[in-house]
């Protein structure tokens, strides 16, 4: 299924080739728009995947902080989302600035559900 993930109308990553874990879309490198995102500067360690670089989503007055994240270095058993661009949807498209993924939403384009 080709998905989209969507920061205030602005196409931040385009895929066929999605990976679903634990609810989250992971998308190829190759498929996300690198122009509208810059590191945010924060890390975290999640135990069961890796170690996850964030990046804001900057769509010219808009920034959404956090929106995406990059499992640069992964545990031995997550290496399939090693590289790949998370990114956490929402149901809320609402404008503030400070909160996290505010405004990111995935979209399923053409027909089907599968995942």
Known sequence: MRVQVVVHGHVLADSQDALLADGIRYFPAEAVAWHHLRPSGRRSVCPYK??????????????CRDAAWVYRWTWPWSDRLRHRVGSAPTSSSSPHHDQPNDAVEEEPVGGGDRQ
């Open 50 to 63: 890796g170690v996850a670089e964030y990046y804001t989503a900057d769509v010219g007055v808009q920034l």
